[in-house]
């Protein structure tokens, strides 16, 4: 995967997108225009097919987490003290992000065993965010302490730039915009490519102009194409 190449021709593909977006005609009429769009949106869209990584093969956080499970009397007597030493923790006005940046493997083991039946969690108004919010401290941690995961997250790593472009170049033939969460990935993934893309599409598809791109990209979708 060449991430120059990458960025080069989504930049291409935004700056032919916006183009293609103003194009005025006054020899063609407005079905004809619409058609002359589509076909060539339609060859940007291929161009960025092209263009994609192949998805890579994602590794299994599962039975790393399933080997948390404790595995006999022993194991839950521990478990259960460490919960006990967790909440006397949060009674004391201890938050439990800081908690789970030093614990280890048996308190991380605790706390998401009863992550979800704690009042914190029940009583907040979005439960469920607040329980994947937790889920991603707790995994973060255990990739420091546990070393199955840090294994798991040294394939996840390598596989970031990949799922990084895959999200933005789908993300750009579906809308004809870069998308903001594949935007997110390759900043985590690769700050270099993040900060020339950015820069690079600013360049060629500079805002308000750039509002016509998912404008024509839109009324394409709404509109079939004549058989």
């Known amino acids: 995967m060449n991430s120059a190449t990458l960025i080069q021709s989504t930049v291409q593909a935004r700056a032919d997108l916006l183009a293609t977006a103003l194009i005025r005609d006054p020899h063609l009429t407005p079905e004809g225009l619409r058609a002359r769009q589509r076909r060539e ?5 291929g161009r960025l ?32 003290h460490q919960w006990a030493k967790v909440r006397a923790l949060l009674d004391a006005g201890r938050d439990l992000p800081t908690i789970i940046a030093d614990a ?3 308190r ?13 969690v029940l009583e907040d108004s979005q439960p469920a965010s607040v329980v994947e919010f937790i889920q991603g401290a707790v995994w973060d941690r255990l990739v420091q302490v546990d070393p199955a995961a840090e294994r798991v997250a040294v394939v996840e790593r390598t596989n970031a730039p990949a799922v990084a472009w895959r999200t933005i170049l789908k993300g750009l033939r579906e809308t004809g915009e870069i998308p903001f969460a594949g935007l997110v990935l390759l900043q985590q993934s690769d700050a270099e490519a993040f900060d020339l893309l ?12 750039a509002n016509a791109i998912p404008l024509l ?3 394409l979708e709404r509109v079939p194409a004549e058989a």
């Open 41 to 45: 949106v339609e060859a940007i869209r």
């Open 49 to 80: 097919a092209a263009l994609m990584p192949p998805e890579p093969t994602a590794p299994d956080r599962q039975p790393v987490l399933d080997a948390l499970t404790p595995k006999g009397a022993d194991d839950i007597a521990l478990q259960a």
């Open 104 to 106: 280890d493997r048996t």
């Open 108 to 120: 991380l083991a605790a706390i998401l065993d009863n992550l979800e039946t704690m009042p914190e």
């Open 198 to 209: 950015v820069d690079g599409d600013a360049a060629v598809a500079p805002a308000p102009s």
């Open 217 to 219: 990209v839109g009324s």
